[in-house]
């Protein structure tokens, strides 16, 4: 039972245009992909008279909305996925897009791993042969069980993006499901997370404790900054509520050096350099300041304003003026009691020092001297820090008139309420952490926060249905830090001073040698590692650098259940189909190697893992169970009420708008230095992507990429359909950048850097600032001429947020010569 396969069973980039060219978009809709003998459907789901049968399930595919769908079989295949309707007022959250809409044809996939194989010829080279999954799992068992045992568990590594939060198949956190999240923390096996979009999450969710409004209180701005994204085509599921605002006279701002398809929407569009959003808003602030336009009152009520500095940076708490700290309730998490020691305010009333809660009239401005203690208020100290970025000082770092810095700082401070929806133009820049304390303090200054119509951030999740996480741990991961790290790990053989030696990587649920930056560095890291195992759907670009490959079932056929929700109704998947070919679940693939190994550590069916994980006593009370999940109806999640909807902010410490880190911690900590600037709003230039950096006498361009309509990342990558509609990746480049290259709208060009390059065809446009190109994220290797998006990105990092800096380099574009198959 032998075959060799090339890597797409013979699908090369020119074969590949042709076939997307034959199909015609409407009608290829189910099983235009691999020929299949029809499958048995589910027995469960709802049956029609006319032998269809419909099921509840999701759009998995992280585009941030997780769509409920409704998915019909009809003779053993799937052939319609639609959008479920919500009742009541959830109707307004009905949505569906094209990628939606061609997930049946992604189950047909000509890209789709069948059964498992192993390498044959070098790693990388795509030459495969099919294997019994008998021969697939003894293999497996053995090298970790001999990793194991002669370099301990941490030799065993989990690496994961964002590809499924299911969980009993999917990896939150980099390993947090039923499967995974079991076998690590039984072996104390090592965690390599996802860089991408961490920079936003460590700081503003994890660290400033900002989540933003849910989308559709969109609809109730008078004012709406589309701030480094393009909603209209990455957020359909928040661009509806934009589009219901602007029907209502909204504003719409949209800051991007692209045009994209939201800026053409935008009345106010402000084309930024790449990179300098941060002195961007630092300006605004302080001619907010200058113009007195603050929200005074809001500042001293409802944010850290008021809390006072020492010289250290840290706060001044009661405790250090001589009120002893009291115990509060104990800390679940640590089964600690709490410390309750209030930060100091200085109360202008009584001219004295009190508690914020006890101050008349806490001061925000001046410096103070109490018992020998030298401080301020964080609104002094953040004021003077910010001072040098004048209106004049930005305009020159971010290629912008003057006037228009002033008028959006005018319009964000006195149009408001002012819904500022953050996409990932702020997050992928290497030092682009700061933003997000940068508009927490914009919101600060303004009031533009808690209240109707008036948000932060965008929120692309009504937050996580409770669940019980105990079912996923059986002790704790032996090492967890960002699989970005990678390279330094295998280099050092060493993560925060422990030894640790990688001896088995296990790739799952992401697509990281696609997806993270700096591929050609990574692709390295992968080749020292003795054995590498990838479980995905597809043969994606990280499978081809694996030993061995797993097949693993679409979305549509596994039962499973996400907590994270983008509606108020929790993602569960009915099982729409049995999985195809010879597919297993990660679980059920987990559960035969630990079987092998002689370790038993899944003692329930999938069905009881399901209950235990999601039967929590809070869900059984608002009726949200496995049981009636499983029957397909949608179950809202009673906890989602208003409060959530538009989270507030008031005079307790704890519910303070926080844009000031008494305590910065980094998202991996492995002994590094805390810069001061952690604790402040700041703006600090890019690392490779700036203005003055000598590289650019080489490579004068900044590049950047974008989230393309018709791929979710790599995903959809080779569905027919979706390439009917985009056939192959388009380098975005200015007409006066292509004039000045002698570059014709069409030509194939050679964009290349110190990193790497890729060859892919240019589009010439208008729609890009000059000095700007933008390269499409998702499309696989076989996909360009040559080359691949990350092999221009780079694996550095800013190490307090360890996040991949997507948008962070330098190129330069040239026509390309050779021959294009
Ligand atoms: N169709 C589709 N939708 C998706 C996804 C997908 O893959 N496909 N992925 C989902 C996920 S996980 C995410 S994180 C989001 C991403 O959503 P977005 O962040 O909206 O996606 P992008 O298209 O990458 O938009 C980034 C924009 O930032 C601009 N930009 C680049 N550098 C800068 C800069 O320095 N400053 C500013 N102001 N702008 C800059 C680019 O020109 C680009 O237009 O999309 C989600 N939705
Ligand atoms: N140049 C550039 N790069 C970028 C970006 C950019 O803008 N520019 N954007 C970045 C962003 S915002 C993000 S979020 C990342 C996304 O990075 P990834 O999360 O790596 O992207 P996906 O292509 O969605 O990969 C998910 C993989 O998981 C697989 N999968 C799905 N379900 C399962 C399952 O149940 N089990 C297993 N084992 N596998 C499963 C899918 O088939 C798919 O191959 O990409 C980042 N990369
Ligand atoms: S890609 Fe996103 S918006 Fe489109 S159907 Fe799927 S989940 Fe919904
Ligand atoms: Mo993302």
Redesign the pocket.
């Known amino acids: 039972m032998s075959e060799t396969k090339s890597p797409l069973g013979g699908l090369t980039r020119r074969g590949f245009l042709k076939t997307t060219g034959a199909v015609t978009a409407v009608a290829a809709v189910a099983g235009t992909g691999a020929a299949l003998a029809p499958m048995p459907a589910n027995a469960e789901g709802s049956s029609s008279a006319d032998g269809e049968q419909t099921f509840r399930s999701a759009c998995r595919g992280?585009c941030?909305s997780r769509c409920p769908l409704e998915v019909t079989v009809r003779e053993g295949k799937v052939v319609k996925a639609r959008p479920m309707d919500m009742p009541g007022e959830d109707a307004v959250r009905k949505r569906f897009c094209v990628k939606g809409f061609s997930q049946p044809q992604r189950v047909y996939d000509t890209d789709r791993l069948k059964y498992p194989m192993k390498r044959v010829g070098e790693r990388g080279a795509g030459e495969w042969e099919r294997i019994s999954w008998d021969e697939a799992v003894s293999t497996i068992a053995e090298k970790m069980g001999a990793a194991i045992k002669d370099y301990g568990g941490t030799s065993v590594a989990v690496w994961s993006s964002?590809g499924s939060y299911g969980v009993l198949n999917g990896a939150m956190a980099g390993y947090m499901s039923v499967a995974y999240g079991r076998f690590i923390t039984a072996v104390g096996g090592s965690v390599l997370g996802a860089g991408?979009?961490t920079a936003q999450q460590h700081e503003q969710s994890t660290l400033l404790g900002i989540s933003g409004n849910d989308f559709v209180d969109a609809a109730n701005a008078k004012t709406i900054i589309s701030w480094g994204g393009n909603p209209a085509e990455a957020y359909v599921h928040a661009w509806q509520f934009v589009c219901d605002a602007r029907e209502k006279g909204a504003k719409l701002i949209t800051i991007d050096p692209q045009f994209t398809a939201s800026a053409m929407h935008s009345d106010v569009y402000v084309p930024v350099r790449p990179g300098t959003d941060g002195a961007l808003m630092l300006a605004m602030a302080n001619h907010i300041i200058e113009n007195g336009l603050m929200d005074e009152e809001f500042m001293r009520s409802s944010t850290v304003s008021p809390f006072l500095v020492k010289e250290d940076g840290t706060y001044l708490h009661m405790s250090d003026l001589g009120t002893p700290a009291t115990e509060g309730p104990v800390d679940p998490r640590t089964g600690k009691p709490t410390v309750i020691d209030p930060v100091a305010v200085w109360d202008e009333a009584a001219g004295a020092p009190a508690t914020a809660d006890a101050a008349q009239k806490p001061a925000i401005e001046g410096s103070f001297e109490v018992q020998g203690f030298a401080v301020k208020p964080v609104y002094q100290v953040v004021k003077e820090s910010i001072s040098e970025y004048t209106v004049e000082r930005a305009a020159d770092i971010c290629d912008l008139p003057k006037e228009q810095i002033e008028e959006l700082a005018r319009v964000y401070a006195t149009e408001g309420p002012v819904y500022v929806m953050t996409f990932?133009g702020l997050g992928h820049h290497a030092n682009s952490h700061h933003n997000f304390k940068n508009l927490a303090f914009l919101a600060a200054l303004t009031g533009n926060a808690g209240k109707p119509g008036a948000s932060i951030c965008g929120s692309p999740s009504t937050g996580m249905v409770g669940y019980n996480v105990k079912a996923y741990m059986l002790g704790t991961p032996g090492a967890s830090f960002c699989g970005m790290y990678l390279p330094k790990v295998m280099e050092e053989k060493k993560w925060a001073g422990q030894d640790l030696e990688i001896r088995v990587l296990w790739c799952c649920n992401g697509n990281m040698l696609s997806c993270e930056s700096g591929r050609q560095d990574l692709i390295d890291a992968v080749k020292k590692i003795d054995f590498v195992v990838c479980a995905d759907v597809n043969m994606t670009d990280t499978a081809q650098w694996a030993d061995i490959l797993l097949p693993v079932p679409h979305s549509f056929e596994v039962q499973d259940f996400d907590p994270v929700c983008s509606v108020p109704y929790p993602t569960f998947t009915q099982k729409v189909l049995d999985p195809l070919y010879e597919c297993k679940t990660d679980l059920e693939i987990m559960r035969l190697v630990t079987a092998k190994m002689g370790m038993d550590i899944y003692p329930k069916s999938d069905d009881d893992f399901l209950k235990e994980v999601i039967d929590t006593e809070a869900n059984v009370k608002q009726g949200c169970t496995f049981d009636e999940l499983k029957t397909g109806k949608l179950v809202r999640d009673a906890s989602y009420t208003e409060s959530r909807m538009v989270p507030k902010f008031g005079s307790a410490e704890a519910q303070r708008l926080k844009y000031y880190l008494e305590k910065p911690t980094p998202r991996n900590n492995f002994g590094q230095k805390i810069a001061d600037c952690e604790r402040l709003p700041y703006y600090e230039h890019a690392n490779e992507a700036y203005e003055e950096n000598p590289l650019r006498d080489k490579y004068p361009l900044f590049g950047c990429s974008e989230h393309s309509k018709y791929h979710v990342?790599s995903q959809l990558a080779y569905t027919p359909v979706m390439r009917e509609l985009e056939p192959e990746p388009l380098l975005k480049v200015n007409a006066t950048d292509a004039a000045e290259r002698g570059i014709q709208q069409g030509d194939y060009v050679r964009v290349y850097n110190d990193h790497g390059y890729a060859v892919l065809k240019a589009r010439v446009t208008e729609g890009i600032k000059p000095g700007v190109v933008s390269i499409p994220h998702g499309f696989q290797a076989s996909q360009f001429v040559e080359g691949h998006t990350q092999d221009l990105t780079n694996v550095y990092m800013n190490d307090f947020c360890s996040n991949s800096a997507f948008y962070d380099f330098l190129c330069e574009v040239e026509k390309y010569e050779g021959g294009v198959r």
């Open positions: 992280n941030g964002y991408a979009d990932q990342h």
